[in-house]
């Protein structure tokens, strides 16, 4: 059963101008989108910046006004816009936002913090509460005394552990992940992956995780989709991806990652000349007219690689 | 041979909290020739960026002590208006955050044209104009003309900080200081950034400090590489040697935590503990031993020093030779290792 089904996702956001400020065109930062989430999976959504990954996990949060397409979970259309009906999924589904700093608000305390979606969504006593609080902060390696202290006195790494809590703390089954360690120092970082993928197991978890880092990407994800302006270029397994890239953007992507060690540098500088080569010189042959990429198609059960019709 | 491009010698930069000051960068010594990229990799408060701002002369209220020899000069704690007359020309800096390093309110043209008004004020005005637009080419921004009369925010992130790479070279430097340039990019863009990087070092066979905490663009761009832990060095080596033989406890735990492309890895090792605050820092005996506590205490040097253990490779303190991770060890279960 499919957890997470996204059916050709639009979402524009109108330009305006003119005279009355009337709508004069439309950024579409979505384009078109269409993907599984099976439980349990970890699903990599990738892309440079302005791709419309963000704004995708944005969408299936309800953060963001779908302009056309359906979002299914577990069955159920989420985007059907009556409000009060989706309250009950909405629980289902949480949100880990990239920077620490500004995602937890300053003035209050962690207690407030993490109780938050509790008083929106359970009706709790006070001590009852203060309970689970404290239990879900030890889940997360906080000790009791960090609920009546503010988000400023914590690490980079502990703060976004604070997010964490709080985004499970409505025992969500889906957890959209929005550049979830970007923000923080390499050795922070692994602590918050590991971290993650402990909670995964425990609280048997999908993630829709979403981050431009590839390095990151591999380690977490079991499939990838890759954007590129608001449209899907490929999409697959970890291992298609990464071992068989077949579109010249996907193969750029991988090309200009850094490698690790020095003595590959001059076999890397001139292989990302040939594959940058063959970016602009095939370039055509990949896009439309408009730059976009064209509709995904099969090539094997799991690896889809948007190519044109005539193939 | 010649004399080394900058030579710091025991630089020590102390900020003020309260009533005491406090060594962000304590006792640091380091060279950097022509024509070679020395990166300076470091966790956030590990003092990196204070110590390029030192050479920079661009801290307001910090008490520094040593000498930063450049060409030979000590140019720390030279006035300001001495420091200026080579603050922007032969000596220069990139930093880290297109969107805060620019003026809003003026055109980018306009801004590459004052670092190079400051220098070279006998240049008629159509010169530069020339040569700005040459610049804003050399940095592969498309329609230089066009771009010379924008403003910052019509750039995306990665023209911006081509910009501001095209104001640090203006005067063509011989030390470059690259705070994180690439930090805020893309990939793709990073990797052509670095192209950048590499290709103005050895056309003006200039040196450069790249700062950075991403050992994947060490590994691309570094001849040489000093990595940082809590305000000191803790190992100097080439980068050859630093990634296939480094030896500090603090450099093999950063190593094994970044997911790796190439192997699949079940657990990152998560480095113990957290970064101490500039106030906490243990100022005596080996620092980083409070991160890894399964070590015996006696392995520590009293006074830990960087010793050369081969031509150019230095690490400190004397407890790598018997540095081991948690995970790997199985027989010593003497040590019961909670996680933090």
Known sequence: MTLLKVED????????????????????????????????????????????????????????????????????????????????????????????????????RVLDIVAEPLRNYEKMSKKEEK???????????????????????????????????????????????????????????????????????????????????????????????IMYNGRFVEEGLKEDIFNDPQHIYTKRLVAAIPDIDPRNRKENIDFRERVKDEYSNSYYDYFNEEGLAYQLKPITDTHRVALPEKG | MSNPLLEIKNLKTSFRIGEEYYAAVDDVSLTVNENEVLAIVGESGSGKSALAFSVMGLHNRAKIEGEILFKGNDIANLPPKKLNKIRGKELSMIFQDPLTALNPLMEVGRQIDEVLFLHNSKLPKAKRKEYI????????????????????????????????????????????????????????????????????????????????????????????????????????????????NPQHPYTRSLLSSIPLLEDEQDRLHVIHGIVPSLKNLPRE????????????????????????????????????????????????????????
Not at chain 1, 9 to 37: C, E, H, M, T, W
Not at chain 1, 65 to 84: P, Q, R, S
Not at chain 2, 190 to 197: E, G
């Open chain 1, 9 to 108: 996702l639009k979402v524009y956001f109108p330009v305006r101008g003119g005279v009355f400020n009337r709508k004069i065109g439309d950024i579409k930062a979505v384009d078109g989108v269409s993907f599984d989430i099976e439980p349990g999976e970890t699903y990599g959504l990738v892309g440079e910046s302005g791709s419309g990954k963000t704004t995708t996990g944005k969408a299936v949060m309800g953060l963001n006004n779908v302009t056309e397409g359906k979002i299914y979970y577990d069955g159920e259309l989420l985007n059907a816009d009556k409000k009060g009906q989706k309250v009950d999924i909405r629980k289902d589904i949480q949100m880990i936002f990239q920077d620490p700093y500004s995602s937890l608000n300053p003035r209050k």
């Open chain 1, 131 to 225: 309970e689970t609080v404290q239990r879900l902060l030890s889940r997360v390696g906080l000790g009791p005394e960090s609920m009546v202290k503010y988000p400023h006195e914590f690490s980079g790494g502990q703060r976004q552990r604070i997010g964490v809590a709080r985004a499970i703390a409505l025992k969500p089954k889906l957890i959209i992940m929005d550049e979830p360690v970007s923000a923080l120092d390499v050795s922070v970082q692994a602590q918050v992956l590991n971290f993650m993928q402990e909670i995964q197991k425990e609280l048997n978890l999908t993630y829709l995780f979403i981050s431009h880092d590839l390095g990151v990407v591999k380690h977490m994800c079991d499939r990838i989709g």
């Open chain 2, 133 to 244: 637009v040459e610049l804003l080419e050399r940095v592969e921004i498309p329609r230089p003309e066009h771009v010379y009369n924008q403003f910052p925010h019509e750039l995306s992130g990665g023209m911006r900080q081509r910009v501001i790479i095209a104001i640090a070279i203006a005067n063509q430097p011989e030390l470059l200081i690259a705070d994180e340039p690439t930090t805020a990019l893309d990939v793709t863009i990073q990797a052509q950034i670095l192209d950048l990087i590499r290709e103005l070092k050895n056309d003006l066979n200039s040196g450069v400090i790249l700062i950075t905490h991403d050992l994947g663009v060490v590994a691309e761009m570094a001849d040489r590489v000093a990595v940082m832990y809590a305000g000191q060095i803790v190992e100097v080596a080439d980068v050859d040697m630093l990634f296939n």
């Open chain 2, 285 to 340: 005996g080996c620092r980083f031993s409070a991160r890894m506590p399964w070590i015996d205490d006696d392995v520590h040097e009293e006074h830990p020093e960087l010793h050369e253990i081969s031509p150019g490779h230095f690490v400190r303190c004397t407890c790598y030779k018997h540095f081991y991770f948690p995970e790997e060890n199985k027989e010593d279960q003497s040590h019961d290792i909670t996680q933090s």
